[in-house]
């Protein structure tokens, strides 16, 4: 059975070139309309695997940031999960929020046995899932890299090479950056998709590429 679907909102310069493409074609508009929709229902089918990284610089612009996120994703398919250290700021407003926690106890990320941790941890939120993509925040990667920058990286290219359906937020204080060596700080920022900035309520979309000595004189 079909249904009518009413569209608000098109400009009269939009439907009329509309209009004269569907003449140009020999098909309705509507026809159109229907494609563009079947297009798009066809991409949403696949789920997407995204590693993110988030710079934050204090717990209330986090926190800010997490109220939002919920905000985006009540209501729909997402398993909203997270991981975090003990009495963490994050362990506080997910838990009001009804977010999972993740976290496996005793908790213990650190040392020999953080990689291994950090994978049940992982193994904990998947099976609990239930086969829904993630909308997940670890903060756990954040408490490995202030003992170990270079375990915390093994962690993070072990989840970039195999990657779970959904979105997965890493998120670093500024300040526990700024010490760090900048060829990690760019293996860090290539190693996710994006990279965002968190302060107060603004949120910052920051782009690294390598450039060569020659772009800097060009406009």
Sequence with gaps: ????????????????????????????????????????????????????????SDEKSMTAFLKSLD??????????????????????????????NGTVKPYKPKGVDGSKYCEQVIENIVKESKKKPLCCVDFVITD??????????????????????????????????MNSDITDLIQLFLMHDRIFLVKNDDIYKLHITKESIHKIFLN
């Design 71 to 100: 905000r985006m994703t009540s209501g729909n398919e997402w398993f909203k999960s997270f991981a975090a250290p003990p009495n963490h700021n994050a362990e506080k407003v997910f838990s009001k929020l009804n977010w999972y």
């Design 1 to 56: 059975m079909t249904k009518d679907v009413l569209v608000r909102g098109f400009a009269d310069e939009t439907h009329a070139e509309l209009g004269k493409k569907a003449d140009q074609m020999g098909v309705s508009i509507n026809s159109i309309v229907k494609d563009a929709v079947d297009q798009w229902l066809n991409k949403k089918t696949h789920v997407p695997h995204i590693h993110d990284l988030l710079i934050y």
């Design 144 to 177: 490995v890299a202030k003992n170990s920058f270079d375990t915390a990286m093994e962690i993070e290219k072990a989840y970039d090479e195999s990657r779970l359906p959904g979105l997965m937020f890493c998120p670093y204080k500024s300040s526990d950056l």
